[in-house]
């Protein structure tokens, strides 16, 4: 007999996660086929106009998904003591309503995993006593299948800039060396929201992710948001069966205009954020994709104009993640590596 853990209640935490209005359902996600001839042309006009883009006919069989989600639910549906013997995450393990550590709280739980499948994180799998391979095996399951997908999309993007070495971008996440991880987040049910009088509770607050690429797939309960060129917030339908992708903050610089860096302006991506349910739990599976420690991130040559300068400085990942992990969410994270006449041009838009 599995018992339910019990969550802390909201008055507990009332005064530190963030409540929001209700926006209304967007029916603009751009939805590209990976099995169509314009599949590479579709991902680049997406990245371009959305920064963020729908996959279906992505080559993931439904049963990897179907496998890891009910594992996740398994860890999550336990009993508070058991769930806590994988914690404090540091940086990989389980945490609670705690997002990282600069302060940030949302209605949250969630484990975070190295994506090595050599060192899937040793704090999560004795949690499944009866039978752990089950859960490693799912996991690793799902990875290679979705790192396999994403490796294609990415050499789609090169391929739809133009850029002869298709495998510019995904050769920085392959290997032993590539610096991505995965997380298992659960959103659990908040029947107290009705108390909030038309408002909604703030699972995970409003934030662009450090790495290159990440790649979201969540169950049918709603909950994702994303943010207009306007400012306006406006909720992703939910499809259990496809993929959401989004480039990261190593490409990108939050400001104004979103700019990607290795583009130098050519990309715009979206803030995003996750809302809690009255009723039902939101589980979702995010693969982050992230380059070497050491590697260098700056504009691809073959994209700029000639005589064309760089608008940011040059710097490693292992630099920016450094900077980024001692942020807030929403705090402009590329701004410190903004060259002085980016600066200038971001504030004047203003």
């Known amino acids: ?63 990897f ?6 594992q996740a639910l398994k860890f999550f549906n336990l009993p508070q003591s ?13 945490r609670s309503k705690r997002i990282g550590p600069n302060g940030d709280v949302g209605w949250i739980e969630y484990i975070l995993l190295s994506t090595n499948l050599d060192d899937i994180s040793h704090k999560s799998l004795p949690i499944f006593k ?8 799912a996991v690793e399951d799902y990875i290679t299948a979705v790192k396999n997908m994403t490796f294609e999309v990415l050499e789609m993007v090169a391929d739809g800039l133009g850029i002869d070495q298709r495998n510019v971008l995904s050769k920085l996440l392959k290997g032993e060396k590539s610096d991505s991880c995965f997380r298992l987040n ?50 992703v339908p939910p499809d259990q069966t496809a993929f959401f992708i989004n480039v990261g903050d190593c490409l990108q610089v939050p400001n104004f205009f979103m700019i990607l860096v290795m583009t130098n302006g050519r ?48 710097f490693t990942w292992s630099e920016y993640k450094k900077s980024a992990y001692r942020s807030r969410l929403a705090d402009n994270r590329l701004g410190l590596f903004e060259k002085s006449a980016a600066v200038m041009l971001s504030n004047s838009q203003f």
């Open 1 to 63: 007999m599995v018992v339910l853990s019990r969550p802390a209640t909201l008055d507990h935490f009332s005064d530190l996660i963030k409540t929001c209005k209700h926006t209304s359902l967007f029916a603009g996600i751009p939805v590209v086929d990976l099995s169509s001839a314009d599949a590479k042309h579709r991902i680049v006009r997406a990245c371009e106009e959305h920064g963020m883009f729908k996959v279906i006919n992505h080559g993931v069989p439904l049963d």
């Open 65 to 70: 998904m179907t496998t890891l989600e009910a």
């Open 82 to 94: 058991e769930k806590d013997k994988a914690a404090p995450a540091d940086p990989f393990g389980y």
């Open 130 to 137: 009866e039978n752990p391979e089950i859960f490693r095996d």
């Open 186 to 235: 659960y959103y659990p049910p908040c029947p107290e929201l009705r108390a909030l009088s038309g408002r909604s509770l703030i699972g995970f607050g409003e934030h662009t992710d450090p790495q290159i690429i990440s790649v979201l797939k969540s169950n049918n309960t709603s909950g994702l948001q994303i943010s207009l060129k306007d400012g306006t917030w406006v909720t």
């Open 267 to 314: 990309f715009k991506s979206v803030k995003h954020r996750v809302l809690a349910d009255t009723q039902s739990s939101r589980v979702s599976m995010i693969y982050f994709g992230g380059p070497p420690l050491s590697e260098k991130i700056a504009p691809l040559p073959s994209l700029m104009a000639e005589g064309e300068e760089s608008l940011y400085k040059e």
